[in-house]
């Protein structure tokens, strides 16, 4: 399944090794959860990072990729367009945005609003009309912070439901599952225990719902203990990225 690098990339050597020691860890934490049988699957965050680091990890058999910026994204998935990947859509989105997300995202993750499903449903049904594409993946993100002030981004847990309802009853979007980042300098646990208990009540109503997309480098563990379906993994593959933004 893996193919070996090219003579002489140094990168693509670096990018096989950290690669691989990520998905030891996803093995080990899943194992360690009795889900060996159920592992997360892993969306490898390429924001700052060109589009050739990307084609590396491709041929690597990396098939899901994550950007947090419309323009960055748009530019790597059009550059990237033979390979066929699947891309997510993991940061805030402007509803302006919606109809040039929707032209290569299979799955967006920030779905934060009412607003936001507005748009995204109005620019899928143009664009279903255009390309027959598939629904589009939508996952909610939850905020965990207890402080509603030192924001990270996402809907309050008591306004899920009524996001899911909406989202559910739009044509094109389907209801994924819900989606965090865990806050900062929070205990990961409890916060990833937290996001669990949403998506329990959430997948009481709508049975289909049942991902949940949390996990980072520093924390997949912990996403793995508490149910994570996806995890959203950057820096410890493709190495640092300037701090800002
Ligand atoms: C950047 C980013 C990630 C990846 O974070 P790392 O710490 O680099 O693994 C995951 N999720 C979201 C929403 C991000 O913006």
Redesign the pocket.
Known sequence: MTDSPAPGDARAVQLAERLDAVRQRINRAAGAAGRGNNPPSL?V?S?FHPAEDVRRLAALGVRDF?E?RDQEASAKAQELEALDLTWHF??QLQSKKSKTVVRYATAV??VDRSQLVTALERAMAGEQELTGRADLDCFIQVSLEDDAGAHR?GAAPAAVPQLAEQLEAADGLRLAGV?A?APLGADPDRAFEKLLGVSTGLQRDFPGASGI?AG???D?EAAVRFGATHL???????GS?PTVR
């Open positions: 969306i965050i924001k994550g947090n993991v940061g993750h920030s981004g989606m980042v997309s980072m480098s520093q997949l959203r993994i950057g820096s410890d593959i493709l990225r």
